[in-house]
């Protein structure tokens, strides 16, 4: 799909996400600045417009490097531990250090995403697979061990169900005030566009990156500090959203190859059109409730999924 036909759809999907909702919002009662319906659309509807789109397009940025960098179609912040890394600092901040103000535990959060994720790329280098598609079921093993660790942190600090409410991903509760730590992923993905040449050199080979003169190690670095920086924002914002990071990358590449320069924009407009698509079918479903947008992302997301692993090695391998 070509880019303007991309931000056309984000520009459709998102008229159709302001005005629904359990108020019914008209586009007249906007002319009226004083209104309810005014109100309610500023504090809520736009700020959940925002994020949705922020989150969207940042985690499909996220995906996008992750899988250059490893050289595997089927790595993600999801599939590679990112996000239950990102969750276990949070949940320790709020156990061990209760005293820790708001950007104490963003701080922790990032600073456990960025361990969480080179480990997992220290595993890649380690152990050498035979098959591609074993990558990500290392990387699903390894993040379900961290978040096996969080669910014991959780149930002995009695908060468990406070944490699963916290991470559930969801945008109910995004109002104006609550999101604006995703603007975070904004410079985050600048820098990942300039950079941009260098991860597909990075993507590439160790070897291959070093002939070229190029920094492998420090690009390795800037790659999994722009994948913490974002992963910790969406997870505090909004909690885990699986499966974005993964297929939205896939698909992209599938028509424009792995150029990165050239996926970067597709890749934002596409992970926030299917983060819109996904919310506005869990708004509809049971309207004029709404289910967590991170169910409907994983059934979506997860049939996708499924596809690509068919699509055998030929594919998951570059």
């Not at 156990?95 to 600073?111: D, H, K, P, V």
């Not at 040449?197 to 070897?207: P, Q, R, S």
């Not at 492998?216 to 913490?228: D, F, K, P, S, W």
Request: aromatic share 12%; charged share 10%.
């Amino acid at each position: 799909m070509r880019l303007w036909m991309l931000i056309v759809t984000v520009i459709i999907l998102s008229v159709i996400s302001l005005f629904i909702g359990a108020i019914d919002i008209k586009p007249s009662d906007l002319l009226n600045w004083e209104s309810l319906e005014t109100q309610i659309f500023l504090i809520s509807r736009l700020p959940r417009l925002l994020a949705i789109i922020l989150a969207g397009a940042g985690m499909g940025i996220a995906g996008l490097i992750m899988q250059s960098l490893s050289r595997n179609k089927f790595v993600s912040p999801t599939t590679a531990g990112t996000l239950d890394a990102a969750k276990l600092g949070i949940i320790i901040s709020m156990m061990f250090f209760t005293g820790m103000s708001y950007i104490g535990q963003i701080a922790f959060s990032f600073a456990f995403a960025l361990i969480g994720t080179f480990i997992f790329m220290q595993l890649l280098e380690r152990i050498k697979f035979k098959d591609a598609v074993f990558v990500p079921l290392i990387g699903i093993m390894y993040g379900n061990v961290i978040g096996a660790l969080s669910t014991f942190l959780a149930y002995e600090g009695n908060m468990l169900q406070n944490v699963d409410a916290f991470f559930q991903g969801s945008f109910t509760l995004v109002v104006s005030g609550r999101y604006e730590l995703l603007y975070v992923a904004v410079p985050a993905i600048i820098i990942a566009y300039i950079y941009a040449n260098k991860f597909t050199v990075a993507g590439m080979g160790e070897d291959f990156a070093k002939n070229l003169g190029l920094s492998y190690r420090t690009v390795l670095n800037i790659g999994l500090i722009i994948v913490a920086v974002i992963s910790t924002t969406v997870i505090l914002t909004v909690g885990v959203i699986p499966f974005l990071g993964l297929i939205v990358p896939n698909l992209v590449s599938l028509y424009l190859g792995d150029n990165l320069r050239k996926t970067i924009p597709h890749t934002i407009f596409m992970g926030a059109a299917f983060l819109l698509f996904c919310d506005i079918i869990s708004r509809l479903i049971v309207h004029p409730f709404e289910i967590p947008v991170n169910t409907t992302v994983a059934v979506i997301g997860s049939a996708i999924f499924l596809i690509m692993l068919f699509r055998g090695k030929a594919y998951a391998k570059k």
